[in-house]
């Protein structure tokens, strides 16, 4: 009894077959690596920001060319799960005081520099083995969906396109940070009798990391409330 040839389903044996000019399906089962990877170069940085009508977004990455020929990006491409349309900030024209950067809607600025933005074309070639590493930055016009709690880390599909049209996807992680339009803790007094405390402090429970940006820290805790004056005899 023969056995059911699986020439298709085996790149290596495919690969002999056509050399040896052997017609094969085109369509091949198994997915084959993707030639220009992209990964994120600082978790910590990573991380979508909800604003009051809007949401931003900084994607630290690292994109790898793992082919055998000279690459050049010529688009990227973002999104995140909630589908709604990820814009990625174009190149900021030079200003008449000499500074040259982007800044986000928030008053986030980043040197251009160290952003992949306009790194696309001729001056985002990447060589075989070689990576550039930057941030990406986007806008979307939608505040993020109050499903995605603050702190909570979701995937986003981040895509660049070759000179030959093709598209290669990645995932990374980003976190969500709503520390912008988190409506403050109100601490209430401890007590209702007559001696009860009428001006509570606000109160933040929110963290502070190096270049977040608007995040505070949590300045007082509950403890560090005095007791109130007793009235004298």
């Not at 910590?44 to 690292?62: F, M, Q």
């Amino acid at each position: 009894m023969c056995k059911k040839s699986s020439s298709s389903h085996d790149p290596a044996l495919r690969q002999r077959l056509l050399a040896a000019g052997c017609p094969m399906p085109l369509k091949i089962d198994d997915q084959t690596p993707s030639d220009l990877t992209i990964a994120v170069s600082n978790n910590i940085l990573a991380v979508a920001y909800d604003r009051r009508a809007s949401s931003e977004y900084v994607l630290p990455v690292r994109i790898t060319n793992h082919s055998y020929a000279h690459l050049d990006m010529c688009e990227f491409r973002a999104g995140m799960p909630w589908k709604r349309r990820l814009f990625l900030l174009a190149e900021p024209q030079p200003s008449s005081l000499g500074m040259e950067g982007y800044r986000l809607e928030s008053g986030r600025t980043f040197p251009r520099g160290e952003v992949l933005n306009h790194r696309i074309g001729e001056c985002g070639g990447l060589g075989p083995g070689e990576c550039m590493e930057g941030v990406l930055l986007g806008l979307q016009i939608f505040r993020i969906p109050f499903d995605y709690l603050h702190g909570t880390i979701v995937p986003a599909g981040i895509s660049v396109f070759d000179q030959f049209g093709r598209r290669h996807r990645s995932e990374i992680e980003v976190r969500i940070d709503r520390s912008a339009t988190m409506r403050p803790f109100l601490g209430r007094p401890r007590g209702t009798g007559l001696f009860a405390e009428t001006d509570a402090s606000l109160m933040d429970f929110s963290f502070r990391h190096a270049g977040l940006g608007n995040s505070s820290r949590y300045m007082e805790s509950a403890d560090s409330v005095s007791d109130p004056p007793r009235k004298e005899q």
